[in-house]
């Protein structure tokens, strides 16, 4: 690591588009974290080919294998510990994540809406999408914010709009709105990286 990084670990549950972008924007200077570790709550998705083929250490933990939620952060922090991370991002983490209890670093979150609208329980990717469409809003958008202990609640760290133009179904919507994340999340990441770097 380089003294001008900061050490993250990244939860994924997906494709890792979100991983990919990040390590495309730490190759271009763009983004000064050091990914130092990446968990998966699933075996099966692209998210842990990406992390792997990057040479990233990644641990699968899929919620079903633990007998409470209180467990599967356990074990998860468990094996994250080692890696000392300065903050830890959650990119397309769909499973309930508890901190490490004395844990000094952020924990960061991007939602694909503008919260609080569409937060919550539940609302996640497409089905955040449609109810956007469905509500007949002219825009929408992206927020990064701090993790606590509700979903999609903690303290907004940055937003981003996107319309919503006429004939839009959920994918056009999506793609519009990841292209957002994609520009948001490292912007407000890099933010965060500089407070970090000057405590």
């Known amino acids: 690591m380089t003294s001008s990084r900061i050490k993250a670990a990244v939860l ?16 271009t200077g ?7 570790a990446v968990v998966s ?6 998210g842990v080919e990406v992390a792997r083929s990057a040479g990233l250490p990644c641990e699968v933990f899929r919620r079903k294998d633990h007998a409470s ?15 000392d991370a300065d903050v830890i991002v959650l990119a397309g983490y769909l499973c309930f994540y508890m901190p490490p209890v004395g844990f000094a670093g952020p924990v960061t979150n991007i939602h694909p809406a503008l919260l609080p609208l569409y937060g919550g329980k539940g609302f996640y990717g497409a089905r955040v999408h449609r109810a956007v469409l469905e509500s007949g809003d002219s825009e929408t958008g992206c927020t990064v ?22 004939g839009d179904d959920v994918s056009d919507l999506a793609a519009r709105v990841f292209a957002a994340e994609c520009d ?9 990286a ?5 405590r």
């Open 184 to 192: 948001l999340y490292p912007r407000v990441l890099a933010k965060l």
């Open 12 to 27: 994924l549950s997906g494709s890792g588009r979100t991983l990919e972008n990040f390590l495309e924007k730490i190759a």
């Open 145 to 166: 914010h701090l993790v606590d202990d509700q979903y999609d609640h903690g303290q907004i760290l940055g937003q981003q709009r996107v319309p919503v133009e006429p």
């Open 194 to 198: 500089d407070r970090l770097r000057s």
């Open 41 to 46: 709550s699933r075996g099966d998705v692209r």
């Open 69 to 83: 939620v209180e467990a599967h952060n356990t074990a998860i922090n468990a094996w994250l510990q080692p890696y």
């Open 30 to 36: 763009n983004l000064p974290l050091e990914i130092v």
